[in-house]
Every structure is written in structure tokens, then in C-alpha cells.
């Protein structure tokens, strides 16, 4: 694939580090973890598969990377353990409007295989760290990993499982139930 002539260097790397990324989502959604390959990932990117290890490292990491969905907690608007509910609340509201099929089967293998498994307790362990940071208490850890488990567990509820309960509702009344529950977690 060319690039167009007028950029530089650093924006050709970039569309190209982006186009490996784009592919990465595509066939780890499609294959799974396990069954996609670096060289699949290059060929459906245009690329040599050295640039793609040059450019994340090992499977491992792409796939980090393309699992990678931010979550607006480490920001400096969420400084009161009130401000991370909010911010909990924004981004489940998003996700309860629908998350891309690729977003979804990232998901299942984060579910079913064991590498992609230790990267989705890493991400979600560094959202406990930062949610930690912010609470206070003994238990201020636990309660901020239940928080994140919280809004897993109501998105694979909602988007996975087809939990019909939820699937009548709407995101904003999903979110308006969840609250007050999210409020008592963060605690006095």
C-alpha cells in the first residue's frame, strides 16, 4: 500500500502503525486469540510481519493494545471517589449502546483464552490501582475492583448473554438503576 506523498516520516509510521492495529481488531475478532497470527495480521495490513513485531513488541502486546478500550478514570476530573462513579457510568452507558463485534469478540477471548485472560486482569487490575488511588479505607481496593467488576459483568450481561431483563432496557435507565449501588461501593 502506498502512502500519500505529502507526509512525513512520522505520520506515514503512524497510518502505518494505525493500519496494523486496524487489522489486529478485524482477526483476533474474527479467529480468536489463539488462531491469529502476526504474519495474518502483516498480509492484512500490507505489511512486512518485522514491522509489525518492531512496531508492538509480540502477539501479546497487539493484542493488548488492539483489546485496549479507554476508560476515562485516571483523568484529573475524577479526583472524588463521586466523580469515578460518573465516569464508571459514562462508559458502561456507551458500551450498553452497543459495542463493535470486534469489541465484542475481543471479549470472548478474553473469556475463553488463557493469554488473552492475563492481559484483560492486567488492564482491569491498573483500573483498580487508579480507582484505588482515589478511595480511601482499608477496603478501598476491593471495593474498587468490585466497581470495575460491576460494570463487566452488566456489559457481558447486557451485550454477551442477552440478559433479556436488560435488553429491555435502555442504557440511560441501566445506568440510573446502577447509581445508587455504584455509590454505596465507593463508600463515605
Do not use: N, W
Request: with cysteine; glycine share 6%; hydrophobic share 45%.
Amino acid at each position: 500500500m502506498s502512502e500519500s506523498p505529502g507526509l512525513t516520516r512520522a505520520e506515514r509510521r503512524q497510518r502505518t502503525q494505525e493500519r496494523i492495529l486496524d487489522s489486529a481488531r478485524d482477526l483476533f475478532a474474527q479467529h480468536g486469540f489463539e488462531r491469529t497470527t502476526i504474519r495474518g495480521v502483516a498480509s492484512a495490513a500490507g505489511v512486512d510481519p518485522a514491522l509489525v513485531m518492531q512496531y508492538y513488541g509480540s502477539k501479546r502486546e497487539l493484542f493488548a493494545r488492539a483489546a485496549q478500550v479507554p476508560v476515562p478514570l485516571a483523568t484529573p476530573a475524577a479526583e472524588e471517589p463521586a466523580d469515578i462513579v460518573e465516569a464508571l457510568l459514562s462508559t458502561l452507558g456507551s458500551k450498553l449502546d452497543g459495542l463493535p463485534a470486534t469489541t465484542l469478540t475481543m471479549m470472548r477471548s478474553m473469556l475463553t483464552h488463557p493469554e488473552a485472560q492475563r492481559i484483560a486482569t492486567e488492564t482491569f487490575d491498573r483500573q483498580v490501582e487508579e480507582i484505588t488511588a482515589v478511595l480511601s479505607g482499608a477496603d478501598a481496593q476491593a471495593r474498587a475492583a468490585l466497581l470495575i467488576c460491576v460494570t463487566v459483568g452488566v456489559t457481558i450481561g447486557h451485550q454477551m448473554l442477552g440478559v433479556e431483563a436488560l435488553r429491555g432496557l435502555r442504557p440511560h435507565d441501566i445506568t440510573e438503576l446502577l447509581r445508587p449501588a455504584l455509590h454505596a461501593l465507593i463508600g463515605p
